[in-house]
Nanobody, 117 residues
Framework: QVQLVESGGGLVQPGGSLRLSCAAS????????MVWYRQAPGKQRELVAR???????NYADSVKGRFTISRDNAKNTVYLQMNSLKPEDTAIYYC???????????WGQGTQVTVSS
């Protein structure tokens, strides 16, 4: 069973940066794509970024040019570097393993990101 633990969230002012981390265990991390999703209050969970096993990346239009997803297969960890944060980025951020773009692990608790002055 895949286990995912997200960390790195917090309160940041607009324009600030945060780096999220997601440690995975219970699977052969390197062979799967990894995804970051987020869920804002009252909204559905949405895909933010995806990184393939080979390092190819995709982003939601709303975060292109501001967010960067990366992975360290030796550490079974995926990261999300978030720059130029906006209040609309406020959400709980979750990671997951994915087949293609379809997440299949159990969702963790996520990490709260709040962008506010």
């Amino acid at each position: 069973q895949v286990q995912l633990v997200e960390s790195g969230g917090g309160l940041v002012q607009p324009g600030g940066s945060l780096r999220l981390s997601c440690a995975a265990s219970g699977t052969i991390f390197s062979i799967y794509a990894m995804v970051w999703y987020r869920q804002a209050p009252g909204k559905q969970r949405e895909l933010v970024a995806r990184i393939t096993s080979g390092g190819g990346t995709n982003y939601a239009d709303s975060v292109k040019g501001r967010f960067t997803i990366s992975r360290d297969n030796a550490k079974n960890t995926v990261y999300l570097q978030m720059n130029s944060l906006k209040p609309e980025d406020t959400a709980i951020y979750y990671c997951n393993v994915a087949m293609g773009s379809i997440p299949f692990g159990s969702w963790g608790q996520g990490t709260q990101v709040t962008v506010s002055s």
